[in-house]
């Protein structure tokens, strides 16, 4: 896995992902739907597996899932579990930080 760093820091990412407002990341041509629910941060992949909608033009609602905005599927942005089971998970990817770098894994 390759650490691919996306903000100087944890301070950062915090000013940058608003809580519940999805952000667009391209990573190696990757496109990541990036959240903040709370106080943790979350990456999941970016097309929602039922009809490819952009998942970071939706919402986070209050129990921490990932809305798509066509036709409000919803998956858990901990795991990317489709939440009805229509249609298949969402890819997740890792997040670390530390003193050199917010980081995503690919």
Known sequence: MEWIKIFAGEDIAREQLKEDKP???VV????ICLAR?????????????HNGESL??????YLGEIVC?????RFALDNGKACD????DLATY????DE??????M
């Open 69 to 73: 905005p066509w036709h409000n599927y």
């Open 23 to 25: 952000r667009l990341l």
């Open 37 to 49: 629910h709370g106080e943790k941060f979350f990456a999941v992949q970016d097309a929602c597996t």
């Open 94 to 97: 890792p997040l670390k930080w």
């Open 28 to 31: 190696n041509g990757r496109r």
């Open 56 to 61: 970071s033009k939706g919402q986070v609602n």
């Open 85 to 88: 089971s229509s249609c298949r």
């Open 100 to 105: 050199a770098g917010f980081f995503i894994g």
